[in-house]
T-cell receptor, first 112, second 110 residues
Framework: EADIYQTPRYLVIGTGKKITLECSQT?????MYWYQQDPGMELHLIHY???????EKGDLSSESTVSRIRTEHFPLTLESARPSHTSQYLC???????????FGEGSWLTVV | GQSLEQPSEVTAVEGAIVQINCTYQ??????LSWYQQHDGGAPTFLSY????GLEETGRFSSFLSRSDSYGYLLLQELQMKDSASYFC???????????FGPGTRLSVLP
């Protein structure tokens, strides 16, 4: 059973608001990821981290930012939400050389 | 870069066997993984193949042919709860990140 948690699970916010999606894992994994996924569609990597103070942008351009100050914590921030940001955001983690990626339950964001 | 192809949809009846194929193009290969995702849920790991051949885990099996850049997920004795999307995934060129296929939506009918 994977121990990776995301909050909030569901959120509706207005355009222009700032929002931070929280992600924490208790497995001590070095690597963490954020994926964006629309219902029934592909997973798109938007950010990843190899460890503390390491963050990189993924394949999908995103207006969000991330930070990795502690191993277990990898929050994602949208400075000014727009309706185009409406989607599911999945946080994940893996061991440095692991072959398995563990996902959180996801955060469903709706921007109105 | 990496690209993966899967059928978009597969439909089968309870008790049947279904095979979901995945072909990939990568500049480096570190193994093929499969994930299951139910509607509204998160992807969960099913299997991983690093070497050619068949790996069996209960009703699910996964196969890999590195020479053909091809793999498949085999689901036997289908149950209604198997209705979900199934994603194949490979590591990217540096072996650091996971790249997912577009997903195959499996519908199991009674």
């Amino acid at each position: 059973e994977a121990d990776i948690y995301q909050t909030p699970r569901y959120l509706v916010i207005g355009t222009g608001k700032k929002i931070t999606l929280e992600c924490s894992q208790t497995m001590g994994h070095d690597k963490m990821y954020w994926y964006q996924q629309d219902p029934g569609m592909e997973l798109h990597l938007i950010h990843y981290s190899y460890g503390v103070n390491s963050t990189e942008k993924g394949d999908l351009s995103s207006e969000s930012t991330v930070s990795r100050i502690r191993t277990e914590h990898f929050p994602l921030t949208l400075e000014s939400a727009r309706p185009s940001h409406t989607s599911q955001y999945l946080c994940a983690s893996s061991e440095r050389l692991g072959n398995t990626i563990y996902f959180g339950e996801g955060s469903w964001l709706t921007v109105v | 870069g990496q690209s993966l192809e899967q059928p978009s949809e597969v439909t089968a009846v309870e008790g049947a066997i279904v095979q979901i194929n995945c072909t990939y193009q990568t500049s480096g290969f570190y193994g093929l993984s499969w994930y299951q995702q139910h509607d509204g849920g998160a992807p969960t790991f099913l299997s991983y193949n690093a070497l050619d051949g068949l790996e069996e885990t209960g009703r699910f099996s996964s196969f890999l042919s590195r020479s053909d850049s091809y793999g498949y997920l085999l689901l036997q004795e289908l149950q209604m709860k198997d209705s979900a999307s199934y994603f194949c995934a490979v590591r990217d060129r540096g072996g650091q990140n996971f790249v997912f296929g577009p997903g195959t939506r499996l519908s199991v009918l009674p």
